[in-house]
Protein backbone atom coordinates (compact mmCIF):
# COMPACT_ATOMS: atom_id res chain seq x y z
CA UNK A 1 0.00 0.00 0.00
CA UNK A 2 2.83 2.27 0.46
CA UNK A 3 4.15 2.31 -2.74
CA UNK A 4 0.50 2.32 -4.11
CA UNK A 5 -1.25 4.94 -2.22
CA UNK A 6 1.35 7.69 -4.53
CA UNK A 7 -0.58 6.49 -7.57
CA UNK A 8 -3.82 6.08 -5.75
CA UNK A 9 -4.12 9.79 -4.83
CA UNK A 10 -2.92 11.11 -8.56
CA UNK A 11 -5.37 8.40 -10.25
CA UNK A 12 -8.69 8.38 -8.19
CA UNK A 13 -8.00 12.51 -6.86
CA UNK A 14 -8.48 12.06 -3.26
CA UNK A 15 -6.74 14.16 -0.50
CA UNK A 16 -4.83 13.24 2.72
CA UNK A 17 -7.27 12.59 5.39
CA UNK A 18 -8.86 10.10 2.76
CA UNK A 19 -5.43 8.06 2.36
CA UNK A 20 -4.79 8.35 5.96
CA UNK A 21 -8.12 6.50 6.21
CA UNK A 22 -7.27 4.05 3.38
CA UNK A 23 -4.11 3.28 5.08
CA UNK A 24 -5.17 2.45 8.66
CA UNK A 25 -8.95 1.29 7.99
CA UNK A 26 -6.90 -2.18 7.74
CA UNK A 27 -6.06 -2.12 10.97
CA UNK A 28 -9.64 -1.13 12.74
CA UNK A 29 -11.30 -4.15 10.45
CA UNK A 30 -8.26 -6.14 11.77
CA UNK A 31 -8.72 -5.23 15.02
CA UNK A 32 -12.20 -7.07 15.12
CA UNK A 33 -10.81 -10.05 13.06
CA UNK A 34 -8.35 -10.58 15.56
CA UNK A 35 -10.85 -10.68 18.81
CA UNK A 36 -13.45 -13.10 16.47
CA UNK A 37 -10.42 -15.34 15.25
CA UNK A 38 -9.45 -16.17 18.95
CA UNK A 39 -12.95 -17.61 19.24
CA UNK A 40 -13.22 -19.39 15.80
CA UNK A 41 -9.81 -20.97 16.21
CA UNK A 42 -11.74 -22.52 19.61
CA UNK A 43 -13.84 -23.94 17.62
CA UNK A 44 -12.87 -25.11 14.32
CA UNK A 45 -9.25 -25.46 15.23
CA UNK A 46 -6.22 -23.57 14.12
CA UNK A 47 -5.47 -24.92 11.14
CA UNK A 48 -8.89 -24.23 9.40
CA UNK A 49 -9.22 -20.99 10.89
CA UNK A 50 -5.63 -20.55 8.88
CA UNK A 51 -7.49 -21.63 5.72
CA UNK A 52 -10.52 -19.28 6.72
CA UNK A 53 -8.02 -16.06 6.76
CA UNK A 54 -6.56 -17.18 3.30
CA UNK A 55 -10.02 -16.81 1.91
CA UNK A 56 -10.60 -13.35 3.25
CA UNK A 57 -7.56 -12.65 2.51
CA UNK A 58 -8.39 -13.08 -1.79
CA UNK A 59 -11.61 -11.90 -1.19
CA UNK A 60 -9.89 -8.21 -0.06
CA UNK A 61 -7.19 -9.00 -2.37
CA UNK A 62 -9.44 -8.98 -5.95
CA UNK A 63 -11.33 -6.19 -4.50
CA UNK A 64 -8.46 -4.20 -4.21
CA UNK A 65 -7.21 -5.08 -7.31
CA UNK A 66 -10.29 -4.41 -9.46
CA UNK A 67 -10.94 -0.79 -7.38
CA UNK A 68 -13.17 1.54 -9.81
CA UNK A 69 -13.68 3.85 -7.12
CA UNK A 70 -12.82 4.88 -3.81
CA UNK A 71 -16.01 3.66 -2.33
CA UNK A 72 -14.52 -0.51 -3.38
CA UNK A 73 -11.14 0.35 -2.87
CA UNK A 74 -11.89 0.66 1.05
CA UNK A 75 -14.04 -1.84 1.04
CA UNK A 76 -11.49 -4.39 -0.19
CA UNK A 77 -9.44 -3.15 2.70
CA UNK A 78 -11.53 -3.17 5.10
CA UNK A 79 -12.16 -7.36 3.91
CA UNK A 80 -8.90 -7.71 3.64
CA UNK A 81 -8.09 -6.21 7.29
CA UNK A 82 -10.51 -9.10 8.70
CA UNK A 83 -7.96 -11.76 7.49
CA UNK A 84 -5.03 -9.45 8.27
CA UNK A 85 -6.78 -9.88 11.86
CA UNK A 86 -7.34 -13.76 11.80
CA UNK A 87 -3.89 -14.34 10.16
CA UNK A 88 -1.87 -12.22 12.82
CA UNK A 89 -3.41 -13.92 15.55
CA UNK A 90 -4.14 -17.78 14.60
CA UNK A 91 -0.28 -17.88 12.73
CA UNK A 92 2.08 -17.10 16.22
CA UNK A 93 -0.27 -19.42 18.07
CA UNK A 94 -0.48 -22.17 15.89
CA UNK A 95 3.37 -22.01 15.75
CA UNK A 96 4.12 -22.18 19.11
CA UNK A 97 1.41 -24.60 19.65
CA UNK A 98 3.34 -27.80 17.41
CA UNK A 99 7.12 -26.35 18.40
CA UNK A 100 9.13 -27.93 21.33
CA UNK A 101 10.57 -25.70 23.91
CA UNK A 102 14.02 -25.50 22.80
CA UNK A 103 12.98 -24.63 19.18
CA UNK A 104 9.79 -22.61 19.74
CA UNK A 105 11.02 -18.47 19.60
CA UNK A 106 12.69 -19.50 15.96
CA UNK A 107 9.86 -21.64 14.86
CA UNK A 108 7.26 -18.96 16.31
CA UNK A 109 8.70 -15.99 14.46
CA UNK A 110 8.77 -17.25 11.21
CA UNK A 111 5.63 -15.89 10.47
CA UNK A 112 7.19 -12.12 10.89
CA UNK A 113 9.88 -13.75 8.90
CA UNK A 114 7.23 -14.09 6.08
CA UNK A 115 5.76 -11.03 6.94
CA UNK A 116 9.27 -9.19 6.49
CA UNK A 117 9.53 -10.71 3.24
CA UNK A 118 6.41 -9.77 2.05
CA UNK A 119 6.41 -6.70 2.87
CA UNK A 120 10.10 -6.86 0.87
CA UNK A 121 8.20 -7.88 -1.83
CA UNK A 122 5.96 -5.56 -2.59
CA UNK A 123 8.13 -3.04 -2.30
CA UNK A 124 10.30 -4.49 -5.44
CA UNK A 125 6.84 -5.66 -7.01
CA UNK A 126 6.18 -1.49 -6.48
CA UNK A 127 8.96 -0.45 -8.29
CA UNK A 128 8.28 -2.71 -11.44
CA UNK A 129 4.30 -2.21 -11.56
CA UNK A 130 4.88 1.62 -11.05
CA UNK A 131 6.50 1.05 -14.75
CA UNK A 132 2.86 0.00 -15.89
CA UNK A 133 0.13 2.72 -16.96
CA UNK A 134 -1.17 4.94 -14.06
CA UNK A 135 -4.60 2.94 -14.31
CA UNK A 136 -3.48 -0.62 -14.08
CA UNK A 137 0.12 0.04 -12.09
CA UNK A 138 -1.44 0.31 -8.48
CA UNK A 139 -4.43 -2.05 -9.08
CA UNK A 140 -1.56 -4.79 -10.01
CA UNK A 141 0.42 -3.49 -6.63
CA UNK A 142 -2.64 -4.73 -4.29
CA UNK A 143 -4.26 -7.39 -6.85
CA UNK A 144 -1.18 -9.79 -6.66
CA UNK A 145 -2.00 -10.81 -3.09
CA UNK A 146 -4.19 -13.00 -4.48
CA UNK A 147 -1.86 -15.25 -5.35
CA UNK A 148 -0.11 -16.28 -1.76
CA UNK A 149 -3.80 -16.26 -0.68
CA UNK A 150 -4.20 -19.15 -2.87
CA UNK A 151 -1.18 -20.72 -1.64
CA UNK A 152 -1.75 -20.48 1.66
CA UNK A 153 -4.84 -21.89 1.96
CA UNK A 154 -3.99 -24.81 -0.06
CA UNK A 155 -0.59 -25.63 1.56
CA UNK A 156 -2.20 -25.52 5.14
CA UNK A 157 -4.41 -28.36 4.43
CA UNK A 158 -1.23 -30.72 3.99
CA UNK A 159 -0.03 -29.50 7.98
CA UNK A 160 -1.42 -31.29 10.88
CA UNK A 161 -3.68 -29.85 13.40
CA UNK A 162 -2.60 -28.15 16.88
CA UNK A 163 -1.84 -31.36 18.99
CA UNK A 164 -2.49 -28.66 22.03
CA UNK A 165 -5.90 -28.05 20.16
CA UNK A 166 -7.11 -31.91 19.54
CA UNK A 167 -6.29 -32.58 23.29
CA UNK A 168 -8.68 -29.93 24.68
CA UNK A 169 -11.07 -31.64 22.13
CA UNK A 170 -10.39 -34.94 23.91
CA UNK A 171 -9.04 -36.18 20.67
CA UNK A 172 -5.88 -37.96 22.42
CA UNK A 173 -4.88 -40.27 19.44
CA UNK A 174 -5.06 -37.57 16.70
CA UNK A 175 -3.22 -35.52 19.21
CA UNK A 176 -0.32 -38.11 19.84
CA UNK A 177 0.13 -38.77 16.31
CA UNK A 178 1.27 -35.24 15.02
CA UNK A 179 3.02 -35.39 18.45
CA UNK A 180 5.35 -37.99 16.49
CA UNK A 181 5.55 -36.64 13.69
CA UNK A 182 6.84 -32.90 15.37
CA UNK A 183 8.72 -34.18 18.14
CA UNK A 184 12.69 -35.21 17.67
CA UNK A 185 12.04 -38.31 19.89
CA UNK A 186 9.34 -40.98 21.30
CA UNK A 187 10.46 -39.74 24.47
CA UNK A 188 9.96 -35.67 23.96
CA UNK A 189 6.50 -37.01 22.11
CA UNK A 190 5.40 -38.82 25.17
CA UNK A 191 6.87 -35.50 27.87
CA UNK A 192 4.79 -33.27 25.85
CA UNK A 193 1.83 -35.65 25.76
CA UNK A 194 1.76 -36.27 29.36
CA UNK A 195 2.09 -32.52 30.12
CA UNK A 196 -0.66 -30.86 27.84
CA UNK A 197 -2.87 -33.94 29.07
CA UNK A 198 -2.47 -32.18 32.74
CA UNK A 199 -2.65 -29.08 31.12
CA UNK A 200 -5.95 -29.64 29.91
CA UNK A 201 -7.23 -31.37 32.85
CA UNK A 202 -6.62 -34.66 31.83
CA UNK A 203 -5.61 -37.74 33.46
CA UNK A 204 -2.28 -38.17 33.08
CA UNK A 205 -2.43 -41.92 32.70
CA UNK A 206 -5.58 -41.76 30.32
CA UNK A 207 -4.58 -44.33 27.83
CA UNK A 208 -8.05 -44.10 26.26
CA UNK A 209 -8.14 -42.42 22.24
CA UNK A 210 -11.07 -39.90 23.00
CA UNK A 211 -12.10 -38.99 25.74
CA UNK A 212 -14.98 -36.40 27.36
CA UNK A 213 -13.86 -33.45 28.85
CA UNK A 214 -16.39 -32.40 32.00
CA UNK A 215 -15.40 -28.57 30.84
CA UNK A 216 -16.44 -26.47 28.27
CA UNK A 217 -13.43 -26.60 25.65
CA UNK A 218 -14.56 -24.51 22.83
CA UNK A 219 -13.76 -21.57 24.19
CA UNK A 220 -16.56 -20.91 26.34
CA UNK A 221 -16.31 -18.70 29.37
CA UNK A 222 -12.83 -17.64 28.50
CA UNK A 223 -13.75 -13.91 28.45
CA UNK A 224 -14.52 -14.11 32.11
CA UNK A 225 -11.22 -15.94 32.99
CA UNK A 226 -9.44 -13.40 31.07
CA UNK A 227 -11.53 -9.67 32.14
CA UNK A 228 -14.00 -10.61 34.65
CA UNK A 229 -12.19 -12.66 37.39
CA UNK A 230 -8.76 -13.59 36.29
CA UNK A 231 -6.29 -14.93 38.96
CA UNK A 232 -3.07 -12.89 40.18
CA UNK A 233 -0.65 -14.74 37.03
CA UNK A 234 -3.44 -14.26 34.30
CA UNK A 235 -3.87 -10.38 35.27
CA UNK A 236 -0.07 -9.75 34.83
CA UNK A 237 -0.02 -12.35 31.67
CA UNK A 238 -2.59 -10.01 30.31
CA UNK A 239 -0.92 -7.47 31.10
CA UNK A 240 2.62 -8.36 29.64
CA UNK A 241 0.67 -9.44 26.19
CA UNK A 242 -1.17 -5.78 25.89
CA UNK A 243 1.80 -3.71 27.20
CA UNK A 244 4.16 -5.69 24.12
CA UNK A 245 1.47 -5.35 21.55
CA UNK A 246 1.34 -1.56 22.54
CA UNK A 247 4.94 -0.35 22.67
CA UNK A 248 5.52 -2.12 19.25
CA UNK A 249 3.34 0.17 17.50
CA UNK A 250 3.73 3.15 19.91
CA UNK A 251 7.58 3.20 18.65
CA UNK A 252 6.20 4.54 15.01
CA UNK A 253 7.55 1.76 13.16
CA UNK A 254 3.96 1.80 10.78
CA UNK A 255 4.61 5.24 10.52
CA UNK A 256 8.20 4.09 8.66
CA UNK A 257 7.01 1.07 7.00
CA UNK A 258 3.85 2.75 5.66
CA UNK A 259 5.10 6.57 4.89
CA UNK A 260 8.65 5.94 4.74
CA UNK A 261 7.85 7.77 0.35
CA UNK A 262 6.84 10.97 2.38
CA UNK A 263 9.80 10.95 5.07
CA UNK A 264 12.68 10.28 2.53
CA UNK A 265 10.57 13.10 0.31
CA UNK A 266 10.82 15.49 3.26
CA UNK A 267 14.73 14.39 3.87
CA UNK A 268 15.32 15.57 -0.08
CA UNK A 269 14.60 12.65 -1.95
CA UNK A 270 11.95 14.16 -4.74
CA UNK A 271 12.63 11.26 -7.25
CA UNK A 272 9.35 8.67 -7.42
CA UNK A 273 11.79 6.07 -8.44
CA UNK A 274 14.49 7.15 -6.47
CA UNK A 275 11.62 6.81 -3.65
CA UNK A 276 10.68 3.34 -4.37
CA UNK A 277 13.96 2.40 -4.40
CA UNK A 278 14.77 3.88 -0.98
CA UNK A 279 11.45 1.89 0.76
CA UNK A 280 13.32 -1.28 -1.46
CA UNK A 281 16.42 -0.54 1.32
CA UNK A 282 13.87 -0.06 4.45
CA UNK A 283 12.57 -3.87 3.29
CA UNK A 284 15.45 -5.24 2.65
CA UNK A 285 16.92 -4.16 6.42
CA UNK A 286 13.78 -5.33 8.13
CA UNK A 287 13.70 -8.45 6.61
CA UNK A 288 17.43 -9.26 7.00
CA UNK A 289 17.42 -8.70 11.09
CA UNK A 290 14.07 -10.37 11.14
CA UNK A 291 16.25 -13.39 9.95
CA UNK A 292 18.88 -12.69 12.32
CA UNK A 293 16.52 -11.95 15.21
CA UNK A 294 15.09 -15.60 14.49
CA UNK A 295 18.27 -17.73 15.35
CA UNK A 296 19.01 -15.89 18.22
CA UNK A 297 15.38 -16.34 20.03
CA UNK A 298 16.62 -19.08 21.43
CA UNK A 299 20.27 -18.68 22.50
CA UNK A 300 19.68 -15.04 23.40
CA UNK A 301 16.64 -14.75 24.92
CA UNK A 302 14.02 -12.83 24.53
CA UNK A 303 14.29 -10.22 27.50
CA UNK A 304 17.45 -9.10 26.31
CA UNK A 305 16.90 -8.93 22.19
CA UNK A 306 14.12 -6.07 23.28
CA UNK A 307 16.63 -4.64 25.63
CA UNK A 308 18.69 -3.97 22.85
CA UNK A 309 16.44 -3.23 20.13
CA UNK A 310 14.91 -0.36 22.50
CA UNK A 311 18.02 1.75 23.07
CA UNK A 312 18.99 0.61 19.31
CA UNK A 313 15.34 2.46 18.33
CA UNK A 314 15.78 5.44 21.32
CA UNK A 315 18.91 6.62 19.44
CA UNK A 316 18.08 6.22 15.84
CA UNK A 317 14.13 7.82 16.49
CA UNK A 318 16.00 10.86 18.37
CA UNK A 319 18.62 10.98 15.19
CA UNK A 320 16.04 10.96 12.80
CA UNK A 321 14.15 13.54 14.48
CA UNK A 322 16.77 15.78 14.34
CA UNK A 323 18.14 15.59 10.89
CA UNK A 324 14.17 15.94 9.88
CA UNK A 325 14.17 19.07 11.58
CA UNK A 326 17.28 20.43 10.32
CA UNK A 327 16.55 19.84 6.81
CA UNK A 328 12.74 21.38 7.81
CA UNK A 329 14.45 24.52 9.01
CA UNK A 330 17.18 24.28 6.26
CA UNK A 331 17.47 27.25 3.45
CA UNK A 332 18.79 24.76 1.15
CA UNK A 333 18.99 20.85 0.70
CA UNK A 334 21.95 19.55 3.19
CA UNK A 335 23.06 16.51 1.72
CA UNK A 336 24.82 15.32 5.19
CA UNK A 337 21.12 15.85 6.61
CA UNK A 338 19.70 13.22 3.93
CA UNK A 339 21.95 11.04 3.94
CA UNK A 340 21.86 10.95 7.91
CA UNK A 341 17.60 10.64 7.66
CA UNK A 342 18.31 7.76 5.43
CA UNK A 343 21.11 5.86 7.94
CA UNK A 344 18.60 6.83 11.00
CA UNK A 345 15.41 5.39 9.18
CA UNK A 346 17.18 2.34 8.23
CA UNK A 347 19.02 2.07 11.84
CA UNK A 348 15.89 2.16 13.40
CA UNK A 349 14.39 -0.22 11.28
CA UNK A 350 17.12 -2.69 12.07
CA UNK A 351 17.06 -2.43 15.76
CA UNK A 352 13.58 -3.14 15.79
CA UNK A 353 13.47 -5.76 13.65
CA UNK A 354 16.06 -7.52 15.51
CA UNK A 355 13.93 -7.67 19.12
CA UNK A 356 10.27 -5.51 19.14
CA UNK A 357 8.92 -6.80 15.87
CA UNK A 358 9.62 -11.04 16.07
CA UNK A 359 9.27 -11.10 20.31
CA UNK A 360 6.14 -9.40 20.64
CA UNK A 361 4.38 -12.57 18.32
CA UNK A 362 7.18 -14.91 19.74
CA UNK A 363 6.14 -13.74 23.08
CA UNK A 364 2.30 -12.95 23.29
CA UNK A 365 1.80 -16.68 22.00
CA UNK A 366 3.89 -18.76 24.36
CA UNK A 367 2.63 -17.09 27.55
CA UNK A 368 -1.11 -17.64 28.02
CA UNK A 369 -2.40 -20.90 29.32
CA UNK A 370 -3.15 -23.35 27.11
CA UNK A 371 -7.69 -22.74 27.17
CA UNK A 372 -6.83 -18.90 27.25
CA UNK A 373 -4.42 -18.73 24.40
CA UNK A 374 -5.97 -18.22 21.29
CA UNK A 375 -8.41 -15.54 22.55
CA UNK A 376 -5.98 -13.88 24.86
CA UNK A 377 -3.59 -13.51 22.18
CA UNK A 378 -6.81 -12.70 19.91
CA UNK A 379 -7.00 -9.51 22.73
CA UNK A 380 -3.09 -8.98 21.99
CA UNK A 381 -3.71 -8.51 18.14
CA UNK A 382 -6.34 -6.46 18.42
CA UNK A 383 -4.25 -4.11 20.53
CA UNK A 384 -1.51 -4.28 18.45
CA UNK A 385 -4.44 -3.33 15.07
CA UNK A 386 -5.44 -0.74 17.02
CA UNK A 387 -2.65 0.87 17.73
CA UNK A 388 -1.40 0.34 13.97
CA UNK A 389 -4.67 2.22 13.09
CA UNK A 390 -4.21 5.04 14.97
CA UNK A 391 -0.43 5.43 14.15
CA UNK A 392 -1.39 5.32 10.59
CA UNK A 393 -4.49 7.54 10.58
CA UNK A 394 -2.77 10.33 12.32
CA UNK A 395 0.98 10.56 11.16
CA UNK A 396 0.32 13.00 8.93
CA UNK A 397 -1.50 15.21 11.02
CA UNK A 398 0.67 14.87 13.89
CA UNK A 399 3.35 15.54 11.33
CA UNK A 400 1.77 18.86 10.84
CA UNK A 401 1.06 19.60 14.43
CA UNK A 402 4.10 19.21 15.61
CA UNK A 403 6.56 18.88 12.29
CA UNK A 404 7.33 15.56 10.96
CA UNK A 405 10.68 15.66 13.36
CA UNK A 406 8.66 16.79 16.48
CA UNK A 407 6.60 13.36 15.51
CA UNK A 408 9.34 11.29 15.73
CA UNK A 409 11.15 12.79 19.18
CA UNK A 410 7.59 11.11 20.50
CA UNK A 411 8.21 8.02 19.07
CA UNK A 412 11.34 7.56 21.12
CA UNK A 413 9.67 9.08 24.35
CA UNK A 414 7.46 5.48 23.72
CA UNK A 415 10.71 3.69 23.46
CA UNK A 416 11.86 5.03 26.51
CA UNK A 417 8.75 3.58 28.62
CA UNK A 418 9.21 0.58 26.82
CA UNK A 419 12.25 -0.24 27.54
CA UNK A 420 11.09 0.51 31.64
CA UNK A 421 8.17 -2.07 30.90
CA UNK A 422 10.26 -5.07 29.20
CA UNK A 423 12.85 -4.69 32.16
CA UNK A 424 10.51 -4.77 34.84
CA UNK A 425 7.69 -6.73 33.59
CA UNK A 426 8.49 -9.32 31.48
CA UNK A 427 10.41 -12.44 32.63
CA UNK A 428 12.52 -14.81 30.36
CA UNK A 429 11.09 -17.68 28.72
CA UNK A 430 13.78 -18.71 26.70
CA UNK A 431 13.57 -22.45 26.71
CA UNK A 432 10.16 -23.36 29.13
CA UNK A 433 7.72 -25.38 27.88
CA UNK A 434 3.88 -24.10 27.39
CA UNK A 435 2.87 -25.44 30.32
CA UNK A 436 4.91 -24.10 33.11
CA UNK A 437 5.48 -20.36 31.78
CA UNK A 438 2.23 -19.31 34.22
CA UNK A 439 4.52 -20.09 37.04
CA UNK A 440 6.65 -17.34 35.92
CA UNK A 441 3.97 -14.91 35.96
CA UNK A 442 3.49 -15.82 39.70
CA UNK A 443 4.61 -12.99 42.65
CA UNK A 444 7.07 -15.93 44.09
CA UNK A 445 8.79 -16.45 40.98
CA UNK A 446 9.32 -12.83 40.12
CA UNK A 447 10.42 -11.88 43.27
CA UNK A 448 13.35 -15.11 43.01
CA UNK A 449 14.03 -14.02 39.83
CA UNK A 450 14.86 -10.37 40.69
CA UNK A 451 17.25 -12.03 43.36
CA UNK A 452 18.92 -14.19 40.49
CA UNK A 453 17.27 -17.51 41.29
CA UNK A 454 15.20 -19.35 39.32
CA UNK A 455 12.50 -21.73 40.12
CA UNK A 456 12.15 -24.77 38.98
CA UNK A 457 7.73 -25.24 38.11
CA UNK A 458 6.32 -28.13 38.66
CA UNK A 459 4.27 -29.63 35.64
CA UNK A 460 1.04 -27.43 35.77
Known amino acids: MSGAMIFIKEDLKINDTQ ?34 ASVIFLLGSVLMGYGPNYAILMTGRCTAGVGVGFALMIAPVYSAEISSATHRGF ?59 LILQGRLAEAKRVLLQVCNSEQEAETRFHDIKIAAGIDANCKEDVVKLPKKTRGEDVWKELLLRPSPSVRWILLAAVGIHFFEHATGIEAVILYSPR ?71 LLWALVSSIVATYTYVAFFSIGIAPVTWVYSSEIFPLKLRAQGMGIGVAVNRLMNAIISMTFLSMSEAMTIGGTFFLFAGMAVLALGFFYFLLPETKGKPLEEIEMLFTRKNSKARNRGIEIQPNSV
Not at 113 to 136: H, R
Not at 297 to 326: E, K, M, N, P, Y
Request: hydrophobic letters at 50%; aromatic letters at 10%; proline letters at 2%.
Open 107 to 165: LSSLPEICISIGILLGYVSNYFFAKLTLKLGWRMMLGVAAIPSLALAFGILKMPESPRW
Open 19 to 52: VEILAGILNFCALFGSLIAGRTSDYIGRRYTIVL
Open 263 to 333: IFKKAGVTSKKKLLLATVGVGLTKATFIITATFLLDRVGRRRLLQVSSVGIIVALTGLGFCLTVVEHAKEQ
